[in-house]
Structure formats: structure tokens, C-alpha cells
């Protein structure tokens, strides 16, 4: 390790993959056999061609560095067992890879003969990017943000809590009862409710929709205006000390509020950093379970806490699968079980579930300006595969893939519009008015 | 980063099409930057939109929430929506020449 020709960074980021050398991290750097099988897996390889992009490619950008520094055989013949320095060509080009040729959807993983964690790998080639200093700018300070501020896109508080007033008076009126409400702050309550920031700052309907639905279920609920992010863009930049504090944040508010239940908005990338790769960053289980709302929705519909009329949507619908919350994080059906209650034309996409097609905005994606380019191309296959439904509306439970899904709109001139399952549901819920309840 | 040209002057555009230097926008800038993401013809209504977010970032360096501008445009939410169908980050907020937004956007 003692390599003279390394610079103290390079040193850093290679004593970065040594720390997370284990057994599972070990495994998967040692078990590519370069069958070339996850080419046809990748959006990216098949829109471009480009064998840079194949996900066996990316393996390779710490593999073989891995086989370099940590192997006895990598260090003594480099060129026989596929070594490579870890030197300034080598990072240029890890930097563009995993970073600009990477949503780390995992659909190469499910098409690996071997079950390689390539998106793992590649999350960990960005930890060792991160100890470079080489996070792309737009991705780390949204980092910083969430970070600095306590949510990503720094919402000062005070205009958090005047947004989140100003629905619950929408709320009200919609509903007609001035008992309607957005708790606040509460404490005790069943249900911690968290959101993407994109909500309140830009795209507040969806928090709407779940207040309506809150309010119809007769939840017992509330939203933390001091930590309410559901997003952790240091899963993407690899960062993870930000990663934990981000995790630590959230679980020291539902003590803090004596809260059951974290339910996370929906958002992918945030329900599979807290759900499911939170416990490792902290060291040890949550005290409390972690559930999308997803899952809550279709708890009500199954439960009959809440009744809908698939009759209020009426044009056809399609479903995307965001890829951190079905292919890595194991919600496939609770979205199709809610969408056959809530609208009444429900079309799949070809193919879908845990084999469908990324958006093209995952892994940080929408953040990285300068790789704009290819994130809308790689995004055509998503464009291809809407247009193909004949829908009119395309359901999307994550706030990013929304956002890479209006864009492809725009660019693809699809001519639908993308909708958050809980607006959806919202629309379908039936009410009963006050009067008649107590009739 | 794309360079274009308006009235003889070069603009630099980051990779989402925002303007690097947000001190270069005038009203000119906005009506070019409004007839690549789908907005088109600025409308009256556009530029209460784009005016107040303008204004409201030269005097706090950040975006507005999208309540203040509903409230200041005297627009509904949906209204906004349907004026800037790429949404009032990569819509209104690039038009206004604001520079992009962090998070998912």
C-alpha cells in the first residue's frame, strides 16, 4: 500500500475501498467473468453502443484496482491478471462512468449470470471518487444542503411551516371541515410523515393528496417541520459519514416525537437509503418500522379505511417502477394493488416490476448537469416503453423519476401527464360528509 | 455547456440549459430561453411568474417557494403548471435566469 507513486487523496481513496474489504465487497470484486451478459440489461449501453458502458465495464473501474493493490497476484503481474494502476487516466475515466454513465438501477445485477452487486460496486468506486474530491458539483452540494440546512434543498423553516398552513387551509376548504389539518410538530402520533423538499418548494400537490388521504383514514399523524427530508444524496455521492448523519437525523426526530412509524413520501432513492441501507450506517436496527406510503396506501384500501372510486380517473393510466423502491427495495405489488382501487383503465408497461427499465434520472442523475445530455437519451427507452401503453397518465411513485418523466415528456412529446399514486388516489377517495356520517 | 446567441451577445448555459452567469439575463434572454423547453410566447402571466421569481432571488439568492408566487402572481398552483410545462424549477426558475436549483430538479 506504501506506493510512493500515489498522492496522498489516491492514498486515501484506495485506504477507503481497504476499510470496506469484507467479505460481500470481496465477493462481488472477484466474480465477473466478463460474459458481457448485462450489455442488453443497460440503458445506457443500449442507447450509446459504447463498451464503456457496459455494466461489466464499470465493475472493472474497482476491480481491477482492487486486483492491483489488494491481490499478491495483481501486484506482481499486473497485465496478466487484469490490474490497473490507479493513476490520473484512470480516474478521468472512473469519474465519467460511474458517475456520468451510471443511475445505479441494478437491472444489470438481475441480468448478471453470476448476480454480481454491480450497482454496489459502483457506490463504492464513488465513495473512493468522494475521498478524490471528485463528486460532481452539483450532486455534492446538494449533499451540502441537506447537510448544512437539514433538507436538500435548503427550505428555510419558516417557509416550510407558511407552505405547509397555506395547504391545510386548501385542505379545509376541499374537504369542508375545518378539523382538517397538517400536524405539525406533533407529538405521539402514529405516523412521522417525512417528504422529498421538491414538495413544498416546487410540487406541493402530492402533499396534498396525502393529507386528504390522512385525513379520510383518520390517521393520527404528523410532519416535522425541523427534519423532514426524505432524500440522502450521499447515497449517491458515496459519502458515508453525510449518509449517517442524514440516517441520524431522522431517527433521532421519531424519538423525539415519540413517533411509531417512519413512513417515507415517495421517493426511491430515500426509501432504500433509510429502509434498507440506513441500519448499516448506524450500526444496528431501528426501534421503529419504516414503511413507504406506498405501503400505508394500500393498508387503508385493503383495511377499508379508506373507500375509492376508480370511477373519478377515468383515462388510462400506466404504472413506472422506480427502481430503488421495486427492483432494490421490494414494494412490486402494493402499487398495483393500489392503482386497480384508484382508476379505472390500468395498463402495464413492457417489462416492468423489478425487470423494468430505469427512468434515466436515478444515482444522483438530475444533479449532474454536465451529463444532461445522456440522461435524456438514455431516457428514450423509458419514453419508448410510456408511448407504447397509449396512456394518458403515467403513475410515479418517486419525486425524481417524476422529474426525469416530465422532461422525457417534454422531449419525447409524449403528451401525458405525471402524477404521484397519492394525487391519484386523493382524486379517487370518497368522502363521507359529515352530515351523512351521522345519519 | 452550450454557448448561444442572442442580439449579438454569447450566452454560456450549464447542461440543463441555465444560464452560467445570472447577471447577464434581461427580458430578451427570458423570451429565448422560453421557446426551448415548450413554454413558447411569454403571456402576461408568464411574466408575473418570472418577474417576481427573478426579484424575489436577486433579493435572497434562492429560489421562492411556489406558494409566494402563486400568492404574488395571484395564479393558482395548477395555473403555473400549465404556463411552464417543464415546472416552475426547470421552467420558470431557468426563464427567470436563476441558476439551477439543488435537489430533485
Given at each position: 500500500m506504501a506506493d510512493k507513486t500515489l498522492t496522498l487523496k489516491q492514498s486515501r481513496a484506495l485506504e477507503a475501498l481497504n476499510l470496506r474489504l469484507g467479505g460481500r465487497l470481496r465477493t462481488h470484486l472477484n466474480s465477473c467473468v466478463h460474459c458481457g451478459l448485462c450489455g442488453e440489461s443497460c440503458h445506457y449501453y443500449l442507447r450509446y453502443g459504447d463498451p464503456r458502458f457496459l455494466p461489466g465495464n464499470k465493475v472493472d473501474q474497482i476491480a481491477r484496482l482492487y486486483r492491483r493493490y489488494f491481490t499478491p497476484q495483481g501486484r506482481l503481474l499486473p497485465g496478466w491478471f487484469g490490474a490497473g494502476d490507479l493513476n490520473d487516466a484512470a480516474i478521468e475515466e472512473m469519474v465519467d462512468v460511474v458517475f456520468g454513465g451510471c443511475t445505479m438501477c441494478g437491472?444489470?445485477?438481475?441480468?448478471?449470470?453470476?448476480?454480481?452487486?454491480?450497482?454496489?460496486?459502483?457506490?463504492?468506486?464513488?465513495?473512493?471518487?468522494?475521498?478524490?474530491?471528485?463528486?460532481?458539483?452539483?450532486?455534492?452540494?446538494?449533499?451540502?444542503?441537506?447537510?448544512?440546512?437539514?433538507?436538500?434543498?435548503a427550505i428555510p423553516r419558516d417557509e416550510m411551516v407558511d407552505t405547509l398552513q397555506w395547504l391545510e387551509q386548501d385542505l379545509r376548504m376541499e374537504v369542508d371541515d375545518d378539523s382538517a389539518g397538517i400536524p405539525l410538530d406533533a407529538t405521539g402520533k402514529h405516523i412521522l410523515y417525512t417528504l422529498n423538499p421538491r414538495e413544498p418548494k416546487f410540487f406541493p400537490l402530492s402533499i396534498s393528496a396525502m393529507a386528504k388521504i390522512f385525513y379520510a383514514a383518520k390517521e393520527s399523524w404528523t410532519i416535522s417541520t425541523n427534519c423532514y427530508d426524505t432524500t440522502n444524496y450521499a447515497y449517491f455521492s458515496g459519502s458515508d459519514a453525510s449518509a449517517r448523519e442524514l440516517t441520524q437525523r431522522l431517527t433521532g426526530e421519531m424519538q423525539k416525537l415519540k413517533a411509531g412509524v417512519l413512513a417515507l413520501a415517495e421517493c426511491g432513492h430515500g426509501f432504500r437509503a433509510i429502509r434498507w441501507e440506513g441500519p448499516d450506517w448506524l450500526g444496528e436496527a431501528y426501534p421503529f418500522p419504516v414503511v413507504s406510503v406506498i405501503e400505508l396506501m394500500a393498508g387503508y384500501i385493503r383495511s377499508g379505511r379508506i373507500r375509492l372510486d376508480p370511477g373519478r380517473n377515468e383515462k388510462r393510466v400506466t404504472l413506472h417502477d422506480p427502481c430503488n423502491l421495486v427492483r432494490a427495495g421490494g414494494v412490486i405489488e402494493e402499487q398495483r394493488f393500489v392503482l386497480e382501487h384508484a382508476v379505472r383503465n390500468f395498463v402495464e408497461m413492457t417489462p416492468n416490476r423489478e425487470n423494468n427499465f430505469c427512468c434515466g434520472g436515478g444515482g444522483g442523475q438530475l444533479s449532474m448537469g454536465e451529463y444532461r445530455d445522456r440522461r435524456v437519451e438514455a431516457g428514450r427507452i423509458k419514453a419508448d416503453q410510456i408511448r407504447e401503453t397509449g396512456a394518458k397518465i403515467v403513475a410515479a411513485p418517486c419525486h425524481n423519476c417524476i422529474d426525469q418523466l416530465m422532461e422525457l415528456n417534454q422531449v419525447y412529446e409524449l403528451g401525458v401527464e405525471i402524477r404521484t399514486l397519492a394525487e391519484l388516489v386523493a382524486d379517487a377517495l370518497v368522502l363521507k360528509s359529515p352530515a351523512v356520517e351521522g345519519s | 455547456m452550450a454557448k448561444v446567441e442572442i442580439g449579438g451577445r454569447q450566452f454560456d448555459l450549464d447542461g440543463d440549459g441555465f444560464l452560467q452567469q445570472p447577471e447577464t439575463w434581461d427580458e430578451d434572454v427570458a423570451r429565448l430561453l422560453a421557446t426551448t423547453d415548450g413554454t413558447g410566447d411569454l403571456t402576461d402571466k408568464h411574466w408575473a411568474v418570472i418577474r417576481y421569481i427573478r426579484e424575489y432571488w436577486k433579493a435572497n439568492d434562492m429560489a421562492p417557494m411556489v406558494r409566494k408566487v402563486c400568492q404574488n402572481s395571484g395564479l393558482r398552483l395548477r395555473e403555473v403548471y400549465e404556463l411552464v410545462p417543464m415546472g416552475p424549477a426547470k421552467g420558470a426558475c431557468r426563464i427567470a435566469g436563476l441558476p439551477k436549483p439543488d435537489g430533485c430538479v
Open positions: 437491472r444489470c445485477s438481475i441480468h448478471c449470470s453470476i448476480g454480481v452487486d454491480i450497482p454496489f460496486l459502483v457506490r463504492t468506486a464513488r465513495t473512493m471518487l468522494h475521498e478524490l474530491g471528485l463528486v460532481p458539483e452539483g450532486l455534492q452540494s446538494t449533499v451540502n444542503a441537506a447537510i448544512e440546512s437539514g433538507n436538500n434543498m | -
